[in-house]
């Protein structure tokens, strides 16, 4: 709900799937990335957090089966998205579109914590005409993402019509998206084909996973190297779908993480490495105005070149 000043609140309410978890722990990982478990505890203390109607304290382990309701602070409109002069390694640009070789740490749209440095606060500075498209400001220009720590090609509209069209390919599942990617140790085939549903992860809301009633995920793998003395396996991978996470909970999923992957990787990573080795490295698509058909590369970055030649 908004207030009159434009300020939002809103009260979030779910029931409890398993039990054992802490309240506090299960609210965090609820809510994403908008609140601190500090927070959190905060406003169980303010008894602003109900179970089954009743305050409760930060600490009670759940059962299972409770109903949480819980009140969040107001939180202030979101402010413009202000363009910044960053640097952009752009492989082509038209005036319809333009395809831009991402670095790693670079984040796609502003989001709580990460206003700034974004793609889109680069885009405002180099194409001001992405701000009349008719969308959310923080996310004109884009018609798909990378993760933060994945590198490689997205291609950016730089006209409404061209998002449009451009979209409706994604949808249409008529883009072609190969990503190299260094596992911890090689698939069980030497080529396959991975049809698992992905939805939110249940017990862990930051996460992704493989739920029986997620949306349709697919992906295909192909080894293209396996000499390296630690048992990694550089692999290719195809993506049909494009869901949020879809390489690293696919590839985690068929027991073969990503190197450098914190989240669904191993817990005590192998290899130093201060991002996951994924890469976007082939993009093929029709060109929304002319109908082109449009290929594009990007080597991989000379940090995970390196590592490669390391680990031979």
Do not use: W
């Not at 752009?90 to 333009?98: G, H, I, Q, S, T």
């Not at 890469?279 to 449009?294: K, Q, S, V, W, Y």
């Amino acid at each position: 709900m908004a207030g009159s000043d434009g300020r939002m609140s809103e009260v979030m309410s779910f029931t409890v799937a398993d039990g054992g978890e802490r309240l506090d722990k299960l609210i965090v990982a609820q809510v994403g990335d908008d609140f601190s478990r500090a927070q959190i505890q905060a406003l169980i203390k303010e008894g602003q957090v109900t179970v089954n109607g009743l305050p409760v304290k930060a600490g009670i382990k759940l059962k299972g089966g409770e109903q949480i309701s819980i009140t969040l602070p107001e939180k202030d409109a979101p402010e413009k998205v202000q363009p910044e002069a960053i640097a952009l390694d752009v492989l082509y640009e038209d005036k319809f579109l333009a395809v831009i070789n991402k670095p790693a740490g670079m984040i796609v749209h502003p989001g709580v914590g990460n206003e700034t440095g974004t793609l889109v606060s680069a885009l405002l500075h180099r194409y001001p005409e992405v701000a009349r498209m008719k969308i959310e400001e923080k996310r004109v220009g884009i018609v798909h993402r990378l993760d933060k720590d994945t590198s490689g090609l997205i291609v950016i509209a730089r006209r409404d019509s061209a998002r449009v069209k451009l979209m409706a390919q994604f949808q249409a599942r008529t883009i072609e998206k190969v990503y190299l990617a260094l596992l911890e140790k090689p698939p069980p085939t030497e080529s396959g084909r991975i049809d698992a549903p992905i939805a939110r992860d249940p017990n862990q809301r930051k996460r992704m996973a493989v739920v029986r009633s997620g949306r349709t995920a697919i992906t295909e793998y192909e080894v293209v190297d396996r000499d390296f003395r630690e048992g990694q396996a550089l692999v290719r991978v195809k993506l049909l779908t494009g869901r949020t996470h879809q390489i690293r909970v696919h590839m985690a999923f068929i027991g073969c993480p990503i190197v450098g992957d914190s989240v669904y990787g191993y817990r005590k990573q192998r290899v130093r490495l201060k991002r996951h080795f994924l890469h976007a490295a082939e993009i093929a698509f029709d060109h929304p105005a002319t109908g082109e058909r449009l290929r594009f590369q990007a080597p991989l970055p000379p940090e995970l070149e390196t590592l490669l030649t390391q680990l031979r």
